[in-house]
């Protein structure tokens, strides 16, 4: 954890507070809806399939594979400039979530379609964790 962290830090809802407690602890929370059991990705108020509020968490696997990325090399936020180059990625989890990410403790050009990856977690502040994802073990 840095002391000055100057990227974006995440705005913390009502709905999505649990997720950020979790995050904290190292841990990568998913919402199931109760009625309709749809797993959901990002916290949401009401599940998108059944608009049911009747939602809870579950804690996820944290494992899956890279399903698209993309390489950033240039046309970056300045405040993300000392981080070329890094790969941003749509990873997969094992329960069935699609989630975008960063790989990280990777070389960007061993990055590939269906690489197994799993969670990690950089601690931001000390109020706030970010899931990132590197390669499996």
Request: glycine share 2%; aromatic share 12%.
């Amino acid at each position: 954890m840095t002391s000055e962290y100057i990227k974006p830090i995440p705005i913390i809802q009502t709905w999505t507070e649990q997720f950020w407690k979790a995050a904290k602890e190292h841990k990568l929370l998913i919402q199931v809806c109760e009625d309709c059991q749809t797993r959901i990705f990002y916290p949401k108020k009401v599940c998108p399939e059944c608009w049911s509020s009747n939602l809870t968490w579950e804690e996820a696997s944290g494992k899956g594979k890279v399903y698209s990325f993309s390489v950033m090399q240039d046309m970056v936020e300045p405040k993300f400039w000392a981080d070329i180059p890094y790969v941003l990625a749509m990873v997969d989890l094992e329960e069935g979530i699609r989630l975008m990410t960063r790989i990280v403790a990777c070389d960007p050009e061993a990055v590939e379609i269906d690489m197994e990856v799993e969670v990690v977690f950089e601690d931001i502040t000390k109020d706030c964790a970010l899931p990132f994802f590197k390669p499996a073990a």
